[in-house]
């Protein structure tokens, strides 16, 4: 974990907010290749209560971007992170990853290139998007939140190079999730949403699904009728039953059998 001390020296070579909100600071700190970006999360009222005994977002975020390593996907580095605590309640933490230079959200991108069949980039970056969850997905990962927002375009959009930039929602199955009922939870966020409908057009969708399914007409055809007729109520109720479940029951005790208290002595 990067120390107090060595964030204050980056930040006195130079500091640049990205994001100032009442919960959330991103800045960039520092300058050329040692350059960081610091995610600062807090929580206030209701939202600190439902911390009690909790992960920090820090840390779920830290472990999850390992964890899109280990699937071999791209990723903003996770560096560290660290949490402030009053009465087993999280008030603040720190999320320090490497900064990526030369990148865009996909959503910004996609906002900028014009619609209609007349960019190219269109078409290459939603097949690159569909490959990148087909990638976490055999790698074990269900992302939760694979948004355009949570994207990042690595330098000119017409190289198709994304990589995932943010994950607090992630689980980590350690066993391929793709073809599986868990896997059409990401579906419908990264292509079947209303929002991924305005973003995309109907036949980029299915370039997307096209290239996630790595060709297979038949399995895009399969999986379009189970996503598409999706609602939006049907699905945030599965996103949530899924994140509860896994995350807050399933998770715990694998850790427990995983890291077994040792015997007093």
Same mark, same amino acid.
């Given at each position: #974990?990067?120390?107090?001390?060595? @964030?204050?020296?980056?930040?006195?070579?130079?500091?640049?907010v990205?994001?100032?909100?009442?919960?959330?600071?991103?800045?960039?700190?520092?300058?050329g290749?040692?350059?960081?970006?610091r995610k600062?999360y807090r929580?206030?009222?209701?939202?600190? @209560?439902?911390s009690?005994?909790?992960?920090?977002?820090?840390e779920?975020?830290y472990?999850?971007?390992?964890?899109?390593?280990?699937?071999?996907?791209?990723?903003?580095?996770?560096?560290?992170?660290s949490?402030?605590?009053?009465? +087993?309640?999280i008030e603040?933490?720190?999320? /320090? &990853?490497q900064?990526?230079?030369?990148?865009t959200?996909l959503?910004q991108? @996609?906002?900028n290139? %014009?619609?209609?069949?007349?960019?190219?980039?269109?078409?290459?970056?939603?097949?690159?998007?569909?490959? @990148?969850?087909? &990638? +976490?997905?055999?790698?074990?990962?269900?992302?939760?939140? !694979? #948004? %355009?927002?949570? =994207?990042?375009?690595?330098?000119?959009?017409?190289?198709?190079?994304?990589?995932?930039?943010? &994950? !607090?929602?992630?689980?980590?199955?350690?066993?391929? /999730?793709?073809? &599986?009922?868990?896997?059409?939870?990401?579906?419908?966020d990264?292509?079947?949403? !209303?929002?991924?409908?305005?973003?995309?057009?109907a036949?980029?969708?299915?370039?997307w699904?096209?290239?996630?399914c790595?060709?297979?007409?038949?399995?895009?055809?399969?999986?379009?009728? =189970?996503?598409?007729?999706?609602?939006v109520?049907?699905?945030?109720?599965r996103?949530?039953?899924a994140m509860?479940?896994h995350?807050? /029951?399933?998770l %715990?005790?694998?850790?427990?059998?995983?890291? %077994?208290q040792?015997?007093a002595t």
């Amino acid at each position: #974990m990067f120390s107090l001390q060595e @964030l204050n020296r980056l930040a006195a070579q130079s500091r640049v907010v990205l994001k100032q909100e009442p919960a959330t600071t991103v800045e960039v700190l520092g300058q050329g290749p040692d350059a960081v970006v610091r995610k600062v999360y807090r929580n206030r009222g209701t939202r600190w @209560l439902q911390s009690f005994g909790r992960r920090s977002r820090a840390e779920r975020e830290y472990d999850n971007l390992r964890a899109v390593e280990r699937t071999g996907s791209a990723c903003t580095r996770a560096l560290g992170w660290s949490a402030r605590r009053r009465l +087993l309640c999280i008030e603040e933490s720190t999320l /320090i &990853t490497q900064f990526v230079p030369s990148s865009t959200p996909l959503k910004q991108v @996609l906002a900028n290139l %014009p619609r209609g069949g007349s960019a190219p980039e269109r078409r290459l970056l939603a097949a690159a998007a569909g490959q @990148l969850l087909a &990638t +976490l997905h055999r790698g074990g990962f269900l992302w939760c939140t !694979p #948004m %355009p927002r949570n =994207i990042l375009v690595l330098g000119a959009p017409a190289q198709g190079q994304l990589a995932v930039c943010d &994950t !607090p929602a992630g689980i980590d199955f350690g066993r391929s /999730i793709r073809g &599986t009922a868990l896997s059409t939870i990401d579906l419908f966020d990264a292509a079947f949403s !209303p929002s991924r409908r305005r973003d995309f057009s109907a036949t980029e969708r299915f370039r997307w699904l096209l290239a996630y399914c790595a060709g297979d007409r038949q399995e895009v055809r399969r999986l379009w009728r =189970i996503v598409a007729p999706r609602s939006v109520f049907a699905h945030d109720a599965r996103r949530a039953l899924a994140m509860f479940w896994h995350t807050y /029951i399933l998770l %715990p005790l694998r850790r427990r059998r995983s890291h %077994p208290q040792q015997s007093a002595t």
